[in-house]
């Protein structure tokens, strides 16, 4: 009797559209969203807020799915991937859309933060007394009637402040009269040499008021100043071309990660479209796992040594665990395997960047010509 009559809650759903039919289609509406094309009954002038929103939820289906499956990403290594194998497509995010968005969130973290971040430190690595004392000497050796003269000159034994790996590199510019172990660093600290008075003599070594010889700063500075342009150079191209280039360049291994798998599965017999879905869920958990490492370097800055290791256990045990679900074998196979697939994914990673290098490279020297 009542079978056909609408509810209240219809009722009052159909009271609250701002409209009768779907402005997409002409569709007449019977709830908050058109049952034909599936577009909301939302304001013809949306906020800037529905505005951004609608296209996370296009670009990266930026809906109640997503938590879930980054959770299940994170907590069950393998498990995404079998799920999407047996069919259950729409119970977890898309695998492309889910590294989309990783990727964008990476990505926008690298250009906010790291490109200044890894400038400095590279600015900080050329500019090291020791870098620049390393070009410095080899400079001087390479000039054969200097090291002539070096090896002909008198020696004096003095008080100096230079980098102690010096003494090791470069047995023929000073000798060490205390032990090296002692100074393992590759900071300046003061210890007694032998050195020849040639570099006394042309003040490649100078003293400052305590009588403790140091190296000329400046002229060392000066000698490796075409080292140092060039690495800046380089290395500003390279930040350039990874800012922008970024996610493309992280998809773009996705096809060769899956090719390692399938190198490792050669004998099985499972299609390739499964190794490829594999590699996705993986990329989105080293995408994860980026964004995670580099948010802790911005918060509360661990030891690099520390967040090393912290990368190498968290991607060596993910992988080998999310190998012996998607792949099933002992665990001594899928550790085998994985890392069989981590040690050939790695080289191609290498081939990437030393393309990269040598984009940036060329690029550098056509400017500086």
């Known amino acids: 009797m009542n079978e056909n009559r609408p509810s209240l809650e219809t009722s009052e759903e159909q009271d609250s559209l701002p409209y009768k039919h779907c402005l997409n289609c002409g569709t007449e509406l019977k709830g908050m969203f058109c049952h034909k094309c599936g577009q909301g009954a939302v304001s013809k002038t949306p906020t800037i807020g529905a505005f951004v929103l609608e296209y996370l939820n296009n670009a990266f289906i930026w809906d109640t799915k997503f938590l879930p499956t980054l959770w299940n990403l994170i907590r069950r290594p393998g498990y995404l991937?079998?799920?999407?194998?047996?069919?259950?497509?729409?119970?977890?995010?898309?695998?492309?859309?889910?590294?989309?968005?990783?990727?964008?969130?990476?990505?926008?973290?690298?250009?906010?933060?790291?490109?200044?971040?890894?400038?400095?430190?590279?600015?900080?690595?050329?500019e090291h007394e020791y870098t620049q004392t390393t070009w410095y000497f080899n400079h001087l050796t390479e000039d054969g009637e200097f090291m002539a003269k070096l090896e002909a000159s008198p020696r004096d034994t003095i008080l100096v402040e230079v980098p102690t790996l010096l003494a090791k590199?470069?047995?023929?510019?000073?000798?060490?009269?205390?032990?090296?172990?002692?100074?393992?660093?590759?900071?300046?600290?003061?210890?007694?040499?032998?050195?020849p008075r040639l570099l006394l003599e042309d003040n490649i070594l100078v003293a400052d008021d305590s009588g403790c010889y140091r190296i000329n700063k400046a002229e060392a500075s000066a000698s490796a100043s075409e080292e140092t342009d060039m690495i800046k150079s380089v290395w500003s191209k390279m930040v350039k071309i990874t800012s922008q280039y970024l996610p493309m360049l992280l998809l773009l291994t996705v096809p060769f990660l899956s090719f390692s798998i399938r190198v490792g599965q050669r004998r099985s017999k499972i299609p390739g479209i499964?190794?490829?879905?594999?590699?996705?869920?993986?990329?989105?958990?080293l995408e994860f796992l980026m964004i995670s490492i580099y948010l802790l370097h911005l918060t509360i800055a661990p030891p690099i040594n520390v967040m090393q290791w912290l990368v190498i256990i968290s991607t060596c045990s993910y992988l080998t665990i999310a190998y012996h679900r998607a792949y099933p074998s002992t665990w001594f196979k899928s550790i085998v395997k994985s890392l069989l697939t981590s040690l050939l994914y790695m080289t191609i990673l290498l081939f990437i960047f030393i393309a990269i290098c040598i984009v940036a490279c060329f690029i550098a020297a056509v400017e500086m010509v």
């Open 81 to 126: 991937t079998n799920e999407y194998n047996a069919g259950k497509f729409l119970s977890q995010e898309h695998p492309l859309k889910l590294n989309m968005f990783l990727l964008f969130v990476f990505a926008t973290l690298f250009v906010l933060f790291s490109s200044d971040d890894m400038t400095d430190s590279v600015n900080d690595l050329v």
């Open 169 to 195: 590199e470069f047995p023929g510019f000073l000798y060490n009269v205390d032990a090296i172990e002692k100074h393992s660093s590759e900071t300046a600290e003061q210890w007694r040499a032998v050195v």
């Open 274 to 285: 499964n190794h490829f879905i594999f590699a996705l869920h993986y990329t989105a958990f």
